[in-house]
């Protein structure tokens, strides 16, 4: 609360409005210093801040424009003087020094300084702003080109692109479970490449594979992984326990006997020893009694036709020498052999005929010259 004013106080109010001066104007205020006062203090600061430049070591003098946009200021690591650079990225311009002397300058002041011939290399070229790009690897470009499975050997031919450095792996799978696997690595010469594989045992029944070619990549090529679909043949190879004589013209004509002629009975000039499935074959084995060479054809049919629904299973040529005795692999068809397939597992009867008629049948002999035997097999080897 402000004290009461005086009458005289009243007065001198009146006599300043009077004259145009504020009124707020009358109030008294602190002293304040005076203009001597004024420059000895300027004088004082001025000769500190003199003193403090005079300690420090020549700084150095940035000159860059504070009205640029668009250009970038660095200072180089390995830079033991601390100057700072400006870069224009929008040109090819050199790259121009911004300050001047020996000591770093946190901030740069304005100047029209440029220096055309200077760069961070001190050779004075165009710096570029490149970055750290990585080159963009090349594909091997892998391709399966073939690929065959046969019984247990599996075959795989492909392609690729030139000057692989690695190696190519090429592997076979025929299901899920380790057993079912198997793998080659292989180089690729010339931009191709070729392996050829044995199949594991778990896979003799299965109908379907998978062949794959894969690679890891290098320097200059990326990784890729390629696979295609192979079907297991259906006409197996033939064991090396039977001969393989193939169904020429006399066993593709051979069957539909009928009535004939009696005499000797064929068991007086061939014996048909044993018959057995192996290898998705039938091996037979005949004895010929003969002092000449038994020939004729080999036909195998299921004992009841309504068991299985094909009247054939498979058919050979037979040739055994006089009083010889020889096993020849009969290939079943690949219908018979489907036929079997769905007896896995089971004894079946089949028929096995022995036409020794070829090119005629022994004198003496009964007619037709046909050996007729049933035999039981076991449909697990059917493969």
Not at 347 to 369: K, M, N, Q, T
Request: glycine residues 12%.
């Amino acid at each position: 609360m402000r004290p009461p004013r005086s009458i005289g106080d009243e007065t001198a109010l009146e006599a300043r409005c009077a004259h145009g001066v504020p009124a707020e104007a009358s109030r008294p205020t602190r002293p304040g210093p005076t203009g001597g006062a004024r420059v000895v203090l300027v004088l004082a600061v001025f000769g500190s801040m003199l003193a403090l430049t005079a300690m420090r070591a020549p700084s150095a003098v940035a000159n860059l424009a504070s009205n640029r946009d668009g250009v970038a200021a660095f200072q180089r690591s390995d830079d033991a003087r601390g100057q700072i650079w400006l870069l224009d990225p929008t040109t090819n311009a050199p790259v121009v020094n911004l300050t001047s002397g020996t000591a770093p300058e946190a901030r740069p002041a304005q100047g029209p300084l440029y220096q055309p011939n200077s760069s961070p290399t001190g050779s004075g070229g165009v710096v570029r702003r490149t970055g750290t790009t990585r080159r963009r690897k090349a594909s091997p470009r892998l391709s399966i080109r073939g690929a065959r499975w046969d019984a247990s050997r599996v075959t795989v031919v492909g392609e690729s692109a030139r000057g692989l450095g690695g190696r190519v792996r090429v592997a076979f799978s025929c299901g899920h479970r380790r057993g079912q696997h198997t793998q080659r690595k292989v180089r690729a010469r010339s931009g191709r490449f070729g392996a050829t594989m044995r199949a594991t045992r778990a896979c003799r029944r299965a109908r379907l594979g998978v062949v794959v070619a894969a690679y890891g990549g290098d320097r200059r090529y990326r990784g890729q992984r390629v696979s295609r679909r192979v079907r297991h043949r259906s006409s197996p190879p033939v064991l090396s326990a039977g001969a393989n004589l193939g169904c020429h013209q006399y066993c593709s004509i051979a069957g539909g006997y009928g009535g004939g002629e009696s005499g000797r009975p064929a068991t007086d000039f061939v014996r048909i020893r044993s018959a057995r499935l192996g290898g998705g074959a039938l091996l037979v084995t005949v004895a010929c009694l003969e002092r000449t060479a038994c020939r004729g054809a080999i036909l195998v049919s299921p004992a009841y036709q309504s068991d299985l629904d094909v009247m054939e299973l498979g058919r050979s040529d037979l040739v055994v020498g006089g009083q010889r005795t020889r096993t020849i692999a009969v290939p079943l068809s690949p219908r018979g052999l489907r036929a079997l397939r769905t007896r896995h597992g089971q004894r079946f009867p089949i028929d096995v005929l022995v036409d020794f008629g070829d090119p005629s049948c022994p004198p003496a002999s009964e007619r037709p010259c046909v050996l007729d035997r049933r035999v039981i097999i076991d449909t697990g080897a059917a493969g």
